[in-house]
Structures are given as C-alpha cells and as structure tokens.
C-alpha cells in the first residue's frame, strides 16, 4: 500500500508543480486578496485533480480516446476563458486598486469555484491521469489501492497549490499600497493573458 502512496504522491506533484495558466493566476489572486481566498482557489484546483484522478482510475482509456477528438477545443476553451479573465483583473485593477485586500469582492466560495471550473475544462489533467494508471494498472487494481492512489494525488496537487497560495500572500503583504496593487494587478492581468494565448497555442 505505501507504494501506491508513494506514486498517488508523486502524480499528483508532477501535475500539480509545473505553474502553468492556473497556478500563475492562484499566486497573483493570492497577492491581491488573501490566503484564505487563495486557499480556497488552491483546494479548487485539487479537486479537480483529484477528481480526474478518480476518473482515470475507474476508466482511464475510455476517457482518454473520448477526450483526444475535442482536447483542442477544450484547450481554447480554456484559453478565451482566461483572457476574459485577464482582461477582468485589469479592469478591476484600474477602478478599484487596493480595495481588494483581505477578500474585497473575491470571496473564498467564489474562488473555489472559479478555479474549480477553468481547471476542469484542461483536458490535459485527465489524460495525463490517465497515462499513469493504465501504465501501473497493478497499483490500482482493487477498490482499496484505487481510492488511496487518489486521495494521496488530491493530497499532493492540494499541498502544492496551498504553498502557492501562501507564497502569493505573502507577496501582497510585501506589496502594499494603492500604486503596488494597481501594479501587480496589471502585471497579473499581463502574466495571465500571456499564459492563456499559450494555452491556445498548446
């Protein structure tokens, strides 16, 4: 059992480490509202992760051959809804710079779901998911073995997305003022533009 641990820890680290798209925009909505916000934007994030963990578990290959004729369409999809995002934060930050802080009108639910829904629309997460468990069936081949592989999967993208989260706190603590918060507003607004036309891209 410890080494389906082991692995359901280090897939969801693997996914969860690269800051992509999401894991830019955590660390900027942590620095202009709070931990706790970005605390609950993070465990939307490992929701997902978990989530598709299950997926992968139960019926990695169907999943996968269903997802491969729309994972570009969902990959865009992702991507538009970022740069309304982007564009968003900027706006936000131009009219109302520094009235953010300490949740402003960004509140712990809203962030959940927020991240909740633009995490889940990249395709990529359950593929990937879905590549570990098929390749390492035996890992997850009783009821018992599956359902630890994902919660320690959850466990780790939930670690990795909460330091995340504090690290973009702790930023907005250092960057104080009306003038810091327009500027990392707008910087966030750039860093998360610049990640969605990627996305797009692929």
Aim: hydrophobic share 60%; glycine share 14%; net charge positive.
């Amino acid at each position: 059992m410890l080494e389906v641990v082991l692995s359901g820890l280090v897939t969801g680290w693997a996914i969860a480490i690269p800051i992509g798209a999401v894991g830019a925009f955590l660390v900027t909505l942590s620095s202009r509202t709070s931990f706790r916000v970005g605390a609950a934007a993070a465990l939307g994030i490992a929701t997902v992760d978990g989530g598709y963990a299950l997926v992968a578990v139960l019926a990695g290959a169907a999943v996968a051959d269903a997802l491969s004729p729309v994972a570009t369409g969902l990959r865009i999809a992702s991507g538009i809804v970022l740069l309304v995002i982007a564009g968003l934060t900027a706006v936000h930050a131009v009219a109302r710079a520094g009235t953010m802080r300490d949740g402003g009108t960004m509140r712990p639910r809203t962030a959940y779901l927020l991240f909740l829904g633009i995490t889940a629309v990249n395709p990529t997460t359950v593929v990937y998911f879905a590549a570990v468990v098929l390749g390492n069936q035996h890992l997850t081949s009783g009821v018992a073995e599956g359902a630890v592989f994902v919660a320690a999967a959850f466990a780790a993208s939930a670690s990795w997305q909460l330091v995340l989260a504090g690290g973009g706190a702790s930023l907005g603590r250092v960057a104080t003022g009306q003038r810091a918060h327009l500027v990392t507003g707008l910087v966030s607004a750039a860093v998360v533009a610049g990640l969605a036309v990627h996305t797009m891209l692929g």
